[in-house]
């Protein structure tokens, strides 16, 4: 199972880094993604990576902010946010599943997710 973790409250123009731990060796033709709940909205995506090679993908509200990252020792995916503002409040999720060119941006194009973890930006 998938574990994010890393979120707290932060300020305005605050950094933050969120961590997800997968279990196991993921295959190189899978991603890695990182979705995103505010309260009263749908879950929307934020970020992807592939497994090897390490193509990314951004929304385009994070893009210059946020960096998507991994670790083949640590089996690990890791979301670097800088500049946060108060909307990138939200519950964060990480996913992973089968690499797809497109439809990243679709939640079904994941099969395994982790519990979220809470990002608050506020002053």
């Known amino acids: 199972q998938l574990q994010a973790s890393g979120g707290e ?8 880094r969120l961590s997800c731990a997968v279990p196991g060796r993921p ?8 979705f995103r709940r ?10 992807r990576v592939r ?7 951004y929304q385009g509200s994070v893009k210059g ?15 670097q946010m800088n500049s946060l503002k108060p909307e990138d409040t939200a519950v964060y999720y990480c996913a992973t599943g089968p690499w797809r060119i497109y439809a990243y941006l679709s ?13 608050t930006v506020s002053s």
């Open 38 to 47: 505010a309260p009263g909205k749908d879950r929307e995506f934020v970020a």
């Open 65 to 79: 902010r946020f960096a998507i990252s991994k670790d083949n020792a640590k089996n690990a995916v890791y979301l």
């Open 9 to 16: 409250a932060v300020q305005p123009r605050d950094s933050l």
């Open 51 to 57: 497994w090897s090679p390490g193509y990314t993908n």
């Open 107 to 119: 939640q079904s194009a994941y099969t395994h997710w982790g519990q979220g973890t809470q990002v």
């Open 27 to 34: 295959s190189d033709d899978s991603h890695m993604g990182w």
